[in-house]
T-cell receptor, first 111, second 114 residues
Framework: QKEVEQDPGPLSVPEGAIVSLNCTYS??????FMWYRQYSRKGPELLMY????GNKEDGRFTAQVDKSSKYISLFIRDSQPSDSATYLC???????????FGKGTMLLVSP | DVKVTQSSRYLVKRTGEKVFLECVQD?????MFWYRQDPGLGLRLIYF???????EKGDIPEGYSVSREKKERFSLILESASTNQTSMYLC?????????????FGPGTRLTVL
């Protein structure tokens, strides 16, 4: 079983839709969870950061962590064509030096 | 503004050549990382460094080496390039301590080995 699973997509939605992106993981030690966004031919950039369980909201973006199910989500409200990108989840346990990344989900938002 | 730069956006090399990929960050970050990104395989960590002259192997260090002589610069070396090292190479840096998870990535170098 891979440590982090993420559907590669592509996920195609119309502008204005609510988007749900998800990752599942197997390592119960993970406590720090991140979402990175990567536009085509660019490096990833940090979008959201959460510690342990719960929700975090930032504008149109909400990150949700369910440690009991080992499941994290990123919700995008009122999606825009400019949200079209690959979204990578990443996570880490305490004392770990490095992040474990998912393979990324490609999102396409059509006008 | 945070800045990680990589020496080349595109690079074409021949099998057996020695290849240097350079990464520079201007944020005084402690940690620096080299990844490769391939379709279907995602981001894979090659090497990282948490201090000058320190290095740690990542998940796929074979065929690569690194050098960090100055805090701001982290170099990836392919001693003898092979076609299976054709990939997108991404450098990242992060602060130490509480900010360590916030990795700032460079734009990437697309390396083709013929």
């Amino acid at each position: 079983q891979k440590e982090v699973e993420q559907d590669p997509g592509p996920l195609s939605v119309p502008e204005g839709a609510i988007v749900s992106l998800n990752c599942t993981y197997s390592n119960s030690a993970f406590q720090y969870f991140m979402w990175y966004r990567q536009y085509s031919r660019k490096g990833p950039e940090l979008l959201m950061y959460t510690y342990s369980s719960g929700n975090k909201e930032d504008g149109r973006f909400t990150a949700q962590v369910d440690k009991s199910s080992k499941y994290i989500s990123l919700f995008i409200r009122d999606s825009q064509p400019s949200d079209s990108a690959t979204y990578l989840c990443a996570m880490r346990g305490p004392g770990y030096s490095t992040l474990t990344f998912g393979k990324g989900t490609m999102l396409l938002v059509s006008p | 503004d945070v800045k990680v730069t990589q020496s080349s956006r595109y690079l074409v090399k021949r099998t057996g050549e020695k290849v240097f990929l350079e990464c520079v960050q201007d944020m005084d970050h402690e940690n620096m990382f080299w990844y490769r990104q391939d379709p279907g395989l995602g981001l894979r960590l090659i090497y990282f460094s948490y201090d000058v002259k320190m290095k740690e192997k990542g998940d796929i260090p074979e065929g690569y080496s690194v050098s960090r002589e100055k805090k701001e610069r982290f170099s990836l070396i392919l001693e003898s390039a092979s076609t299976n090292q054709t990939s997108m190479y991404l450098c990242a840096s992060s602060p130490g301590g509480e900010g360590a998870d916030t990795q700032y990535f460079g734009p990437g170098t697309r390396l083709t080995v013929l």
